[in-house]
């Protein structure tokens, strides 16, 4: 799917928890990070997902979505908006222009807000009267204040372009920074994950209309701890949770039911219901455009881009085993900081060397690669994390979960987890993952995380991942030989790169603040790999050493 709209300019008032943990185990992994002691101590503030999930989803609904001139006064703004009640939080960010979101205490205060909240008069235009919380802020006395923001403090929330990601990367002091530098670049800020949970937030308001006690949740990147900034919105219209579903006796022994309408299948109640919304957020969403109702691929969705946030949307209504995944790479992701670091690092360098696309198509998926780092983690000696099936031996009565007879069952109480001691760095492990999947038996192997280790294929394909929870299933099954190839050959140079380029030397030609790539940043540089042919022989690298050696001689030069 296409990219997400840029969300240029994002402030907020505090820190996000995300950060704040990056920021306590910088310098844990720049010391060789990796005792039991430590970890354990970094994950006894680790939140489940349902509870991340159930604290973001409270805070939207207390939210709302504000558009606003962009001479707007900030402190007129929130005076004028605490009349209502107590502000917990607020950001600015653009996106077809300037919006806030702004959080209230309690949701007695958004109540209050429409109260005062009035439809727009345009007398030229048929309205439909559908009210939410996006909403519009008119200013009066605007015309004599300059052009530019008022008082309101902003920062970039897009992600920065490779050529400055390769140029700051060259000015840290080893490949540890490095890699911990690139997670930051890239992930998810709290603001952009308060501004995803809002948008499920509105979109739940409009499928309330027929399912009052219906939620809209995200999954995937969105929540699972590897969601990169621009990536899409995948949300999952939840019914699970409507009441009524166990048969309650009454007085004299009788009992009442809902009269409601039969289908055909699960999937045909799934197809008519994303029929409907999608429908009403086309015709009533506002900000919702570009509406698609793909309901006849494998997991039915509605697809459509939502302005005021600029996010790219997927809602899907019957994807319970999709929530599982997330929750399993959320878990993952948390009980070791270098599962995040790696999966951050591997997915920029395969997107900068052409591996994954936004373009559907015979490439490797993001879901694929990072199932793939967390088997090679699996993989090591001793393991860093354990396997899916460890992981369900640990699992108590709550956990069971059993999805269209698919096992999904595994632990979610972090203190019931005991990792093993492992202690290599984030530079060993990258190397490594290139040395471990340049030399991997993808001919005749299967890659299987429930076991954390190689199976003989079950069926003919250039790449076999097995999908954790529907085990006949092969996730990477649109993956071609020459997508393959490639990306085999790649790990390859990048094996030979990285150590030939693990430190900055005189001889790479620094001067003043530029510096010349080394190290992670090296590996961000495009490759030299085309068009691999299977014709059984090695590839030989010299072209490789060549090119990074005129590469360097280059900057050297252009320097002096």
Known sequence: MASSLAVCRLHMMGRGNLVKCLQKVDTFLIRNIGTNVALQEERDGCKSLYAVQAERLDQAERSVLISCNSRTNEKKFLKFLSTHGNIKKYFFYESYGTHAVVEFANRESVASLFEITTIPSISHESLVPF???LLTLRNLGLDNLPNQLSGQQSHSQTTIPINQLIQNLSGEESMDQQIISLTKAFQLTEENSRLRFLVCSLLKDIAAAFFPECTIKPFGSSVNGFGKLGCDLDMFLDLDGISGRDTKLLKLGMSLEYQMKMANSERAVTQSILTVIGECVDQFGPGCVGVQKILNARCP?????????????????????AMKSTELLYLYGELDPRVRYLVFTVRCWARAQGITSSIPGAWISNFSLTVMVLFFLQKRSPP???????????????DKSVIEGNDCTFVSDFSKIQLQSNTETLEQLLCEFFEFYSTFAFKRMSINIRKGKEQNKPEVSPLHIQNPFETTLNISKNVNATQLDRFVAVCQESSWLVQQNKKPTPSAGIKGNAFAPWGLSSLLLPS?????????????????????????????????
Request: proline residues 6%.
């Open 131 to 133: 009210k939410s919380r």
């Open 301 to 321: 969705l509605v697809r459509f881009a939502h302005q005021p946030s600029g996010f790219q949307c997927d809602l899907t209504a019957n994807n319970r085993v």
């Open 384 to 398: 860093i994390i354990p396997t899916v099936d460890q992981l369900r031996d640990l699992a108590g009565p709550a």
């Open 528 to 560: 030299q790999v085309e068009g691999i042919k299977r014709k059984g022989k090695k590839r030989k690298w010299e072209p490789a050493s060549d090119r990074i050696k005129n590469l360097l001689e280059s900057l050297k030069n252009k320097n002096q």
